[in-house]
């Protein structure tokens, strides 16, 4: 069985407890949400501890912090990185500014 994660930032949720699981056809799907982008690197090391074998960052997540999960995770496991089309820049933009990250 393969497994990845998808780490987003959602206040007030606890990686563990409030994390959704995917079981079918061999694919095991994680969905984790972090309080903040601060507690990112520290999860994805615990994901990879787990067995994660993928992990995926959604494209909330500021470069300057995605690259410290990269850092974090030591090349044991590949992350990716949401992006955005060109088009959807100014959309993301509004969400971001509308949710309080700027």
């Known amino acids: 069985m393969s497994t990845w994660a998808y780490l987003y930032e959602h206040p007030g949720t606890d990686p ?7 079981d079918r056809a061999g694919q095991r ?4 949400p972090v309080p ?6 520290a999860v994805a090391v615990g994901l990879v501890a787990e067995g994660v074998e993928l992990i995926e960052l959604c494209g909330g997540f500021s470069l300057p912090a995605a690259a410290r999960v990269v850092e974090a995770v030591g090349g044991r496991v590949p992350v990716g990185h949401v992006a ?6 100014a959309g993301a933009a509004a969400y971001a500014a ?3 990250a700027g």
């Open 84 to 89: 955005f089309a060109a088009d959807a820049l």
């Open 98 to 100: 509308s949710a309080g």
């Open 16 to 22: 563990v407890t409030d994390r959704h699981v995917l």
């Open 36 to 41: 903040d982008a601060a507690a990112a690197p």
């Open 29 to 32: 799907t994680l969905l984790v």
